[in-house]
């Protein structure tokens, strides 16, 4: 019988001390995740919000795994087409290697799902009190927490968002000046309302989707240039799905199925590389691997970008082209948390907020989502898709099998990055079979469509010859840019938070 370690891999050490002080207080790793979900809204505020949407993948102890789908709707239910211009502007976020634009204002909301989400998996799955789950990150919010390097370098990229209300500006500014590393971060408003959800049972979520609190959010979106609705809030609900699984080198991926789209694409990745033999033909990091990799990145983009928002699996002499094209050419806003307790409960969760509207819903210090404003979820141009539609998303919480036993619990945020991100790190560990923390911590590239962005840490002559094959740009140093992977091995009792993103793990003594 297989003996599982507890383990708590996130983004942030109070994130995971929240889930960890759960697990050994004889909750279980629903509990954990939930109480996580709730701590990362609070210190993890360029990442996560209570208004955002997400995904959690479930495996029950001696069950299947469920996908619990609590990511974005579409707004603008009840409005006549036209009827309501967005309010909808770009800003750019500069990271040091690259930039990215996006969209944000109230015409940027797409339907939150966060907050039924959390209550949805704990009613469904945890076992204690609700009040008890929330306590950390009601905590936090109250008595303010020390800002570390990571978190005061993302909120330092989103600084106009952040600053765009008078609300954002409550919290975000001290003494008129932008909150830096080390100042303390407090939101009064958000540890009421966690104190709220608690006390009602959770009862309170729905005077968000339903009641007044609804109501003062429609209230501004109409006069605001938002999409928003009464009837979206009240329609909204979180679906549960049937995982993707996909074969890989001896192992299952378990992942997240459509409509969203990074489990699919980290499916084909996946199923591309086996065929090419990646941890037979070569070593981790040597120029055979990296062009392998590099190669298989561009594959699978080219069939994304022909395919739009249809997600239809190539047929098998796609796969043999494909492999035949990729040439030995020498001689190549979001945040995670995976958790796992002794029972073997595995659950692995990804949450967004995009980068933020800048708008808060009042009095609560919860900051909406921007997702009607990030290119790569609409891939047919912005508010093309009618009201109600789940939004899909490149998050892909997921758990690797052996033999039907649970051997990795991990995701990642990143955006555009998730699915290369996933790839690298799930090749490092089981083509290459480097510890759980070296599979992580190895440098990344990722294929942007025009030019392989790249981590430094490769060899020099590996680098030497992977730029005279393809466009490169290499960073002066590892960056929140290339994703932030958190992985739990329960079997091994490894676990790894990505230092991209500020990550801490730990492993529990059962």
């Known amino acids: ?42 210190v993890e505020p360029a990442l996560s919000s209570l208004g955002g949407g997400g995904f959690l993948m479930a495996r029950p102890a001696g069950g299947r795994e469920i996908l619990f789908d609590f990511f974005v709707d579409t707004p603008g239910k009840g409005l006549a087409k036209g009827a309501r211009k967005p309010h909808f ?8 290697g690259s930039s990215q634009v996006f969209n944000i204002g109230l015409g940027s909301v797409a339907v939150p799902g966060n907050l039924r989400g959390f209550i949805h998996v704990h009613s469904r799955l945890g076992s204690m009190d609700l009040a008890d789950i929330v306590a950390p990150a009601a905590r936090f919010a109250r008595q303010g927490v020390s800002l570390n390097s990571h ?65 003062d959010i429609v209230s501004d979106m109409a006069r605001g240039g938002g999409l928003l609705t009464m009837a979206d809030l009240a329609a909204y609900r979180v679906k549960e799905r049937q995982p993707l699984r996909t074969e890989f080198c001896g192992y299952e991926l378990v992942t997240n199925p459509p409509p969203s789209f990074g489990g699919f694409y980290i499916s084909m990745t996946l199923e591309l590389l086996e065929g090419l033999a990646v941890g037979d033909v070569c070593s981790y990091g040597d120029q055979r691997h990296l062009c392998i990799l590099a190669q298989a990145m561009q594959q699978v983009e080219d069939y994304r970008k022909g395919m739009g928002f249809r997600l239809e699996r190539p047929a ?49 210090g919860i900051m909406l989502n921007n997702m009607m404003g990030e290119d790569d979820l609409h891939p047919e141009g912005f508010h093309a898709s009618p009201p109600g539609i789940r939004v899909g998303s490149m998050m892909s919480p997921s758990i690797i099998e052996r033999d039907g036993s649970p051997v990795l619990v991990l995701g990642s945020g990143g955006s555009k990055r998730i699915r290369t991100a996933l790839v690298q790190v799930i090749v490092n560990r089981l083509c290459f079979d480097l510890a759980v ?46 994703g932030g992977v958190h992985v739990v091995d329960p079997v091994a009792g490894q676990a790894a938070g990505d230092p991209r993103r500020g990550g801490a793990a730990v492993i529990l003594e059962n």
Request: contains cysteine; aromatic residues 12%; charged residues 25%.
């Open 1 to 42: 019988m297989v003996e599982f370690k507890a383990g708590v891999a996130s983004g942030h050490p109070l994130v995971t001390e929240a889930a960890s002080t759960i697990l050994s207080n004889g909750g279980n790793a629903f509990d954990a995740v939930v109480a996580a979900g709730f701590a990362a809204a609070v």
């Open 89 to 96: 502007f770009p800003v750019t976020v500069e990271f040091p």
């Open 151 to 215: 978190q005061a370098y993302f909120i330092s990229l989103l600084e106009p968002i952040m600053l765009f209300s008078e609300e954002g500006r409550q919290i975000f500014l001290k003494d008129g000046r932008y909150l830096e590393e080390g100042d303390i971060l407090k939101n009064p408003a958000l540890a009421d309302f966690l104190d709220e959800i608690g006390r009602t049972r959770g009862g309170i979520i729905d005077d968000f989707y339903k009641g007044s609190l609804g109501k």
């Open 316 to 364: 098998k002499t796609w796969f043999e082209r494909a492999r035949q094209d990729i040439r030995p050419c020498f001689s190549r806003g979001t945040t995670h948390v995976s958790v796992c307790d002794r029972h073997g409960n595995m659950a692995s969760m990804t949450t967004s907020n995009g980068e933020g509207s800048g708008y808060f819903a009042p009095g609560t």
């Open 437 to 482: 923390k070296e599979a992580v911590e190895r440098p990344r590239i990722h294929w942007d469509g025009q030019v392989f962005q790249v981590e430094p840490g490769f060899e020099e002559h590996v680098m030497e010859a992977f730029e005279s094959r393809f466009p490169v740009n290499v960073w002066e140093g590892i960056d929140v840019y290339f």
